[in-house]
């Protein structure tokens, strides 16, 4: 049997390869490596698709996350509420502005920021809450927009793990006051390479972005702001123009293979193998597909990952340590136990495989071989 693999990024990209070799050889062509017009074409195409007036694309996503709070006033003494479950990205980008991160647990069914946890943590200084729509599905638009309204304050999304994930009828990146995507490769749309893009309704932080993306220059050496060097290259805007047209035949790809999984993993719950809550049909893009290995399972995370990395299934943890029992951040002052669910996330969670074009034979595999290996490890006991 073949194994499976944790992504195949070579399904998607094989039936696009004459058109995007084209798209690359045009860009050598017109010469237009910075800023170029497949740039702007992109930035357009990309905010419409999400309902939103202006894309600003830049170097990476968490470039997005630090110019993107930047440019909405968010600075130095401001504290903004930010997931201890979430890729370290989300809180270095929020360090690059200024702001203070102020960590808050998880929903322990969902892994997505628990608003009341959030709620408890704020103080005169807080000025922003930063969700993110991790693994695919959005935080509660509706009750999101209702918290900021309640404490004054300001959202910024961190929609890197959730492209055109949709939610009550908000498309992600367009509840909040500005938005960012990252088109890192694997993410459910990826470039050759890094890439993101700040997404805003608002003329003067899209204005601001453009400048902080390129010298803090509003114009040709004139530098009204302090900026930096964090564009998206048009080469990579050349490569998402192709792909931009597939992501919602992607998104649902993966949508009716995590549909697949739930349905197939339901006779698991009693074995304490149950994956996260879809509370958003088809709105969920399942960047990733996680299941929780509950403390009742005869085996623990760990096993069941070696088990079934024999058997020819790769899997992934996203992610082992939370943000703040992460070495670096030791300064932010947090320590074990500060988070209890988001702890128990990090010791319970596997990704399982999901990508676009998984298939039905393969999903139908991986859950007979969770079976085989639960029914192994029973028997021994018995
Ligand atoms: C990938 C990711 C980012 C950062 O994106 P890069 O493009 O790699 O900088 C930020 N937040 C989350 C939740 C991510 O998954």
């Given at each position: 049997?073949?194994?499976?693999?944790?992504?195949?990024l070579?399904l998607?990209?094989?039936?696009?390869?004459?058109?995007?070799?084209?798209?690359?050889?045009?860009?050598?062509?017109?010469?237009?490596?910075?800023?170029?017009?497949?740039?702007?074409?992109?930035?357009?195409?990309?905010?419409?698709?999400?309902?939103?007036?202006?894309?600003?694309?830049?170097?990476?996503?968490?470039?997005a996350?630090?110019?993107?709070?930047q440019a909405?006033?968010?600075?130095?003494?401001?504290?903004?509420?930010?997931?201890?479950?979430t890729?370290?990205?989300?809180?270095?980008?929020?360090?690059?502005?200024?702001?203070?991160?102020?960590?808050?647990?998880?929903?322990?069914?969902?892994?997505?920021?628990?608003?009341?946890?959030?709620?408890?943590?704020?103080?005169?200084?807080?000025?922003?809450?930063?969700?993110v729509?991790?693994?695919?599905?959005?935080?509660?638009?509706?009750?999101?927009?209702?918290?900021?309204?309640?404490?004054h304050?300001t959202?910024?999304?961190?929609?890197?793990q959730?492209?055109?994930?949709?939610?009550?009828?908000?498309?992600?990146?367009?509840?909040?006051?500005?938005?960012?995507?990252?088109?890192?490769?694997?993410?459910?749309?990826?470039?050759?390479?890094?890439?993101?893009i700040?997404?805003?309704?608002?003329?003067?932080?899209?204005?601001?972005?453009?400048?902080?993306?390129?010298?803090?220059?509003?114009?040709?050496?004139?530098?009204t702001?302090?900026?930096?060097?964090?564009r998206?290259?048009?080469?990579?805007?050349?490569?998402?123009?192709?792909k931009?047209?597939?992501?919602?035949?992607?998104?649902?790809?993966?949508?009716?293979?995590?549909?697949?999984?739930?349905?197939?993993?339901?006779?698991?719950?009693?074995?304490?193998?149950?994956?996260?809550?879809?509370?958003?049909?088809?709105?969920?893009?399942?960047?990733?597909y996680?299941?929780?290995?509950?403390?009742?399972?005869p085996?623990?995370?760990?096993?069941i990952?070696?088990?079934?990395?024999?058997?020819?299934?790769?899997?992934?943890?996203?992610?082992?340590?939370?943000?703040?029992?992460?070495?670096?951040?030791?300064?932010?002052?947090?320590?074990?136990?500060?988070?209890?669910?988001?702890?128990?996330?990090?010791?319970?969670?596997?990704?399982?495989?999901?990508?676009?074009?998984?298939?039905?034979?393969?999903?139908t595999?991986?859950?007979?071989?969770?079976?085989?290996?639960?029914?192994?490890?029973?028997?021994?006991?018995?």
């Amino acid at each position: 049997m073949t194994n499976i693999p944790f992504v195949d990024l070579s399904l998607q990209h094989e039936p696009l390869l004459d058109e995007i070799k084209q798209s690359l050889l045009d860009v050598v062509a017109r010469g237009d490596f910075i800023l170029g017009q497949d740039v702007r074409d992109f930035e357009q195409q990309f905010a419409q698709l999400t309902g939103v007036q202006y894309g600003i694309g830049v170097g990476s996503g968490t470039d997005a996350i630090a110019l993107g709070l930047q440019a909405c006033g968010l600075g130095p003494g401001d504290e903004v509420l930010i997931p201890a479950n979430t890729f370290i990205a989300t809180v270095i980008g929020a360090l690059h502005s200024g702001v203070t991160p102020i960590l808050v647990d998880c929903d322990p069914k969902t892994a997505l920021i628990d608003l009341e946890a959030a709620q408890q943590a704020i103080t005169p200084k807080t000025k922003a809450i930063l969700p993110v729509h991790l693994y695919g599905q959005m935080v509660p638009p509706q009750a999101l927009l209702d918290f900021a309204q309640a404490h004054h304050l300001t959202i910024f999304e961190d929609a890197a793990q959730a492209h055109l994930a949709h939610r009550e009828g908000y498309t992600a990146g367009a509840v909040g006051k500005a938005a960012a995507y990252s088109f890192y490769p694997s993410k459910n749309l990826g470039a050759f390479g890094n890439g993101g893009i700040v997404l805003t309704d608002s003329e003067d932080i899209a204005h601001k972005i453009r400048c902080y993306r390129n010298y803090g220059a509003a114009q040709k050496y004139v530098h009204t702001e302090l900026g930096t060097n964090s564009r998206l290259d048009t080469l990579q805007a050349a490569v998402l123009k192709v792909k931009l047209p597939h992501l919602q035949d992607w998104n649902l790809s993966r949508n009716q293979a995590a549909a697949q999984y739930d349905k197939a993993l339901n006779p698991l719950a009693d074995s304490g193998i149950t994956p996260l809550e879809n509370q958003s049909g088809t709105g969920h893009i399942y960047h990733l597909y996680i299941v929780r290995i509950e403390p009742s399972c005869p085996l623990n995370r760990d096993e069941i990952q070696a088990q079934l990395s024999d058997r020819g299934i790769s899997t992934g943890i996203h992610y082992p340590i939370p943000c703040h029992l992460q070495p670096a951040y030791h300064h932010l002052g947090y320590q074990e136990g500060d988070f209890p669910q988001a702890e128990a996330l990090c010791r319970e969670i596997l990704s399982l495989p999901m990508y676009p074009g998984l298939s039905e034979a393969q999903v139908t595999r991986v859950v007979d071989t969770l079976k085989e290996i639960l029914a192994d490890a029973q028997s021994l006991r018995a």
